[in-house]
Antibody, heavy 119, light 106 residues
Framework: QITLKESGPTLVKPTQTLTLTCTFSGFSLTTTGVAVNWIRQPPGKALEWLALIYWDDDNRYSPSLKNRLTITKDTSKNQVVLTMTNMDLVDTATYYC???????????WGQGTLVTVSS | SYELTQPPSVSVSPGQTASITCSGDKLADKYICWYQQKPGQSPVVVIYEDRKRPSGIPERFSGSNSGNTATLTIRGTQGMDEADYYCQTWDRSTVIFGGGTKLTVL
């Protein structure tokens, strides 16, 4: 059974750095083709893909946010960490992590974590 | 950068057929997935690789992809199908989501 769960602060101040952790089980991030993705959704708005990290440590970022994002993995802990710098009010959103295989669909998602940016 | 365009809303009467479109340049050259998202829930795949249904997804959900347009079709739409629907594809190893379509069953 594959599960993913996001964790991190629920409230951050503008200009701060957000650090989110995705803890997963039921698969290995050392298996060829596997990746963990981060996706966010502002309240009432659309899904927005942020970043992914592959089993081989390769990574990809949203072109519009790449200067603010860093994604890393710890395979021994089954965790993927996303950091986003210089948080702004418009970054208020539910942040999800999701698994993909060989650039396929996101069959497995976490429950999401709501991050509010406010002073 | 690559973009996917969806209509913001679609309305359908119960029992009728709903069609939700997703447009992009030469979209047929890519695989499309469709996600259903109900309020307060994480998205769920209803169609992947243009027309495949995951196990547990009712047969009334189907997909197609031709030219510049992919279509999610829901036949015999039920009240439980009322949700937001998102199309998604991959472009140069990055992920693209459409803007989402709110399906109203009334």
């Amino acid at each position: 059974q594959i599960t993913l769960k996001e964790s991190g602060p629920t409230l951050v101040k503008p200009t701060q750095t957000l650090t989110l952790t995705c803890t997963f089980s039921g698969f290995s991030l050392t298996t060829t083709g596997v990746a963990v993705n981060w996706i966010r959704q502002p309240p009432g708005k659309a899904l927005e893909w942020l970043a992914l990290i592959y089993w081989d440590d390769d990574n990809r970022y949203s072109p519009s946010l790449k200067n603010r994002l860093t994604i890393t993995k710890d395979t021994s802990k089954n965790q993927v960490v996303l950091t986003m710098t210089n948080m702004d009010l418009v970054d208020t959103a539910t942040y999800y992590c999701a698994q993909s295989v060989t650039n396929g669909p996101f069959h497995y998602w976490g429950q999401g974590t709501l991050v509010t940016v406010s002073s | 950068s690559y973009e996917l365009t969806q209509p913001p809303s679609v309305s359908v009467s119960p029992g009728q057929t709903a069609s939700i479109t997703c447009s992009g340049d030469k979209l047929a050259d890519k695989y499309i997935c469709w996600y259903q998202q109900k309020p307060g829930q994480s998205p769920v795949v209803v169609i992947y690789e243009d027309r495949k249904r995951p196990s547990g997804i009712p047969e009334r959900f189907s997909g197609s992809n031709s030219g510049n347009t992919a279509t999610l079709t829901i036949r015999g739409t039920q009240g439980m199908d009322e949700a937001d629907y998102y199309c998604q594809t991959w472009d140069r190893s990055t992920v693209i989501f459409g803007g989402g379509t709110k399906l109203t069953v009334l």
